[in-house]
């Protein structure tokens, strides 16, 4: 338990880091940031000191940084000057797009990757192992804007199987419920009225970004899995196992594997900042209204308050992983509770 | 020195992956040197009779463009030969500043311990805990997009990985004989850190340099991409791909070559880097 309160202790200086790197944000940016925020073509100068003062900017710097965090406290992140929607309303409309398309392949890439690696560390050295080892090296080296744009050239263009952008068909109005159009179109009154179609729809649509997003997830967990079975299949218990007359499936399945996972769920877990890196690639190709498209554009659009909260809530939901992780690893790991 | 070399080199030869990787790095290189020499056309040079041209071996190509031409005329294949020494001088420069900056605070942090030691790896944890390409966009999005900043930024996000590689590296080793032997004879902290201890540390150094020029060249291309490296008309290879987003239907060679060339480079570093691996760390190559 000691463990586990320091590291939420040590979560108290990396939060407040996070938050004065965004604060810190639209301070940097050279120029002056009132005019960043009217825009460029300025603005008369009673309207000028009316927002210098709106914004708090007329204050000493500290005390700006204690209403700033004040504000956020209070779920208060600023409002989007483009759209004019506060900045958490804007991100928890976009939130559910980008966890569903990141759940999706991360849960393929988990499916997958897993089996792959056990497979290639038993059949070590062979073909398949080989193969395998490389299609992973050349998976982890995809520059994944590339690969969502050959998927699309294939898959949508060329062969006319999957849509091009956007999470589900124009023509379907999809009443938000969960927000995950996977779970709402099953809703009984969408299905009663629309059928399977909004389903199918909102399914088709996920299938090419969900590849593109999971081919490094897909490959790092296979080379982990792989890695990490050896390890551990190279261990005395494993001798005593099967001598012991236990049949190999057991072995591999029971024994082995149970121990060679607490690696792999590490990794799996720190993908998650790899996920959130793809996604903003990834949703920018496919046109998927997720945060990284929002991001992006805030940042062609010069939305600081946007970019400011975007940076903050996404910092904070790795950070939270992140003690999420080390929490079920202490109770994977016996070896870490004494 | 010379042995440590030949030595790591004798390993090496038995990887056939980080062969693989050495030669198409070598050839980048060359290929980057001679590109003036060996581009059939200048890069930014408009032949506005021939847009979007596919490539020669395909019907309706033109022998004189061999990977045809892009959306105002360039010559597409003169375009990626320049676009290898915009991305080799991305990573060398990324790895080069990321290195220098994080040997230094690593090794400070790892020899003197205690509030620097803190200190440091506190912020080093700050910046690992944002997600690589977000950091760098926050980076861009203060400084304004550009090769130079996107360059900057990327190098930012990269020294964590040296200063913690660095900083356990130097605590294992700051204790040995050597370093008291050293500390008797007089040596100063500095004499002590950076030339007795760092040279001990070379090996995950190399590797982590080497892997460091993969990430350093993805990272600056996906900037590029979403247009905040790299501008028009320099001819980098994410950038290239992001002007051909709008043809990938009529002109599906705009969107895959540039790709394929990024795809190889960062391979080829991940490659060798792999071999790197295997052999400086005995303890790893018994697993594999």
């Given at each position: 338990?000691?463990?586990?309160?320091k590291?939420?202790?040590d979560?108290?200086?990396?939060?407040?880091?996070?938050?004065?790197?965004?604060?810190?944000?639209?301070?940097?940016?050279p120029?002056?940031?009132?005019?960043?925020?009217?825009?460029?073509?300025?603005?008369?100068?009673v309207?000028?000191?009316?927002?210098?003062?709106s914004?708090?900017?007329?204050?000493?710097?500290?005390?700006?940084?204690?209403?700033y965090?004040?504000?956020?406290?209070r779920?208060?992140?600023?409002?989007?000057?483009?759209?004019?929607?506060?900045?958490?309303?804007?991100?928890?409309?976009?939130?559910?797009?980008?966890?569903?398309?990141?759940?999706?392949?991360?849960?393929?890439?988990?499916l997958?990757?897993?089996?792959?690696?056990?497979?290639?560390?038993?059949?070590r050295?062979?073909?398949?192992?080989?193969?395998?080892m490389?299609?992973?090296?050349?998976?982890?080296?995809?520059?994944?804007?590339?690969?969502?744009?050959?998927?699309?050239?294939?898959?949508?263009?060329?062969?006319?199987?999957?849509?091009?952008s956007?999470?589900?068909?124009f023509?379907?109005?999809?009443?938000?419920f969960?927000g995950?159009?996977?779970?709402?179109?099953?809703?009984?009154?969408?299905?009663?009225?629309?059928?399977?179609?909004?389903?199918?729809?909102?399914?088709?649509?996920?299938?090419?970004?969900?590849?593109?997003?999971?081919?490094?997830?897909?490959?790092?967990?296979?080379?982990?899995?792989?890695?990490?079975?050896?390890?551990?299949?190279?261990?005395?218990?494993?001798?005593?196992?099967?001598?012991k007359?236990?049949s190999?499936?057991?072995?591999?399945?029971?024994?082995?594997l149970?121990?060679?996972?607490?690696?792999?769920?590490?990794?799996?877990?720190?993908?998650?900042?790899?996920?959130?890196?793809?996604?903003?690639?990834?949703?920018?190709?496919?046109?998927?209204?997720?945060?990284?498209?929002?991001i992006v554009?805030?940042?062609?659009?010069r939305?600081?308050?946007?970019?400011?909260?975007?940076?903050?809530?996404?910092?904070?939901?790795?950070?939270?992983?992140?003690?999420?992780?080390d929490?079920?690893?202490?109770?994977?790991?016996?070896?870490?509770?004494? | 020195?010379?042995?440590?070399?030949?030595?790591?080199?004798?390993?090496?030869?038995?990887?056939?992956?980080?062969?693989?990787?050495?030669?198409?790095?070598i050839?980048?290189?060359?290929?980057?040197?001679?590109a003036?020499?060996?581009?059939?056309?200048?890069?930014?040079?408009?032949?506005?009779?021939?847009?979007?041209?596919?490539?020669?071996?395909?019907?309706g190509?033109n022998?004189?463009?061999?990977?045809?031409?892009?959306?105002?005329?360039?010559?597409l294949?003169?375009?990626?030969?320049?676009?290898?020494?915009?991305?080799?001088?991305?990573?060398?420069?990324?790895?080069?500043?990321?290195?220098?900056?994080g040997?230094?605070?690593?090794?400070?942090a790892?020899?003197?311990?205690?509030?620097?030691?803190k200190?440091?790896?506190?912020?080093t944890?700050?910046?690992?805990?944002?997600?690589?390409i977000?950091?760098?966009?926050?980076?861009?999005?203060?400084?304004?997009?550009?090769?130079?900043?996107?360059?900057?930024?990327?190098s930012?996000?990269?020294v964590?990985?040296?200063?913690?590689?660095?900083?356990?590296?130097?605590?294992?080793?700051?204790?040995?004989?050597?370093?008291?032997?050293?500390?008797?004879?007089?040596?100063?902290?500095?004499?002590?850190?950076?030339?007795?201890?760092?040279?001990n540390c070379?090996?995950?150094?190399?590797?982590?340099?080497?892997?460091?020029?993969?990430?350093?060249?993805?990272?600056?291309?996906?900037?590029?991409?979403?247009?905040?490296?790299a501008?028009?008309?320099?001819?980098?290879?994410?950038?290239?791909?992001?002007?051909a987003?709008?043809?990938?239907?009529?002109?599906?060679?705009?969107?895959t070559?540039?790709?394929?060339?990024?795809?190889?480079?960062?391979?080829?570093?991940?490659?060798?880097?792999?071999?790197?691996?295997d052999?400086?760390?005995?303890?790893?190559?018994?697993?594999?």
């Amino acid at each position: 338990m000691k463990y586990l309160s320091k590291k939420l202790l040590d979560l108290i200086p990396t939060l407040l880091g996070i938050s004065l790197i965004s604060f810190f944000l639209i301070r940097l940016i050279p120029g002056d940031p009132v005019l960043n925020l009217i825009g460029e073509r300025g603005a008369d100068p009673v309207r000028y000191l009316e927002m210098k003062k709106s914004l708090g900017l007329d204050l000493p710097i500290i005390e700006q940084f204690w209403i700033y965090l004040k504000n956020i406290l209070r779920g208060d992140l600023g409002t989007s000057v483009i759209s004019n929607n506060s900045v958490w309303s804007e991100f928890a409309e976009r939130f559910p797009a980008t966890v569903e398309l990141g759940m999706i392949s991360l849960f393929f890439s988990i499916l997958i990757g897993i089996p792959l690696g056990i497979f290639a560390a038993i059949k070590r050295n062979s073909f398949f192992d080989y193969f395998l080892m490389s299609s992973s090296l050349i998976g982890y080296s995809m520059p994944i804007f590339w690969w969502g744009l050959i998927l699309i050239l294939f898959f949508s263009v060329k062969l006319g199987l999957t849509p091009v952008s956007g999470r589900i068909d124009f023509i379907y109005d999809i009443p938000t419920f969960t927000g995950f159009y996977l779970i709402d179109t099953l809703r009984p009154e969408v299905i009663t009225a629309e059928g399977f179609a909004p389903f199918i729809s909102a399914l088709r649509h996920l299938i090419l970004p969900s590849i593109a997003l999971g081919t490094i997830p897909l490959a790092v967990i296979a080379r982990m899995t792989r890695s990490s079975m050896l390890e551990v299949l190279g261990e005395d218990y494993m001798r005593t196992a099967k001598a012991k007359g236990m049949s190999k499936k057991r072995i591999i399945f029971i024994h082995a594997l149970r121990n060679a996972l607490v690696p792999i769920i590490t990794t799996i877990a720190l993908l998650f900042g790899s996920i959130i890196t793809g996604a903003i690639l990834t949703e920018t190709i496919f046109s998927w209204p997720g945060i990284g498209k929002w991001i992006v554009a805030s940042i062609t659009a010069r939305d600081y308050p946007v970019i400011q909260g975007g940076v903050l809530i996404i910092s904070f939901i790795i950070v939270m992983t992140n003690i999420l992780v080390d929490i079920i690893y202490y109770f994977l790991n016996p070896k870490m509770r004494n | 020195m010379k042995i440590f070399i030949k030595e790591l080199f004798f390993e090496l030869k038995k990887n056939k992956g980080s062969m693989i990787g050495i030669v198409i790095i070598i050839i980048s290189c060359l290929v980057a040197i001679l590109a003036p020499i060996i581009a059939p056309h200048d890069p930014t040079n408009v032949y506005t009779e021939y847009l979007r041209l596919p490539p020669s071996f395909v019907t309706g190509g033109n022998p004189q463009f061999f990977f045809g031409t892009d959306d105002l005329g360039r010559d597409l294949l003169s375009r990626l030969i320049y676009g290898s020494q915009v991305s080799l001088s991305v990573g060398f420069a990324v790895v080069l500043i990321s290195l220098v900056i994080g040997t230094f605070l690593g090794v400070i942090a790892g020899y003197f311990g205690g509030f620097i030691d803190k200190t440091i790896m506190r912020i080093t944890d700050l910046i690992m805990s944002l997600p690589s390409i977000l950091f760098a966009i926050v980076i861009v999005a203060i400084m304004g997009p550009g090769i130079t900043n996107a360059i900057v930024a990327v190098s930012i996000v990269a020294v964590p990985n040296f200063v913690r590689i660095i900083r356990a590296q130097v605590m294992a080793e700051k204790n040995r004989q050597y370093v008291h032997a050293a500390r008797l004879f007089g040596a100063g902290h500095f004499r002590i850190m950076f030339i007795e201890i760092l040279p001990n540390c070379m090996a995950p150094l190399i590797v982590q340099a080497t892997l460091g020029f993969s990430d350093g060249i993805l990272n600056c291309a996906a900037l590029g991409f979403l247009g905040l490296g790299a501008q028009a008309p320099m001819s980098e290879w994410g950038t290239m791909l992001s002007d051909a987003r709008s043809y990938i239907e009529s002109s599906p060679w705009m969107v895959t070559l540039p790709g394929v060339c990024i795809l190889v480079i960062v391979l080829s570093f991940n490659l060798l880097g792999d071999g790197l691996r295997d052999a400086l760390d005995p303890r790893l190559k018994k697993q594999n």
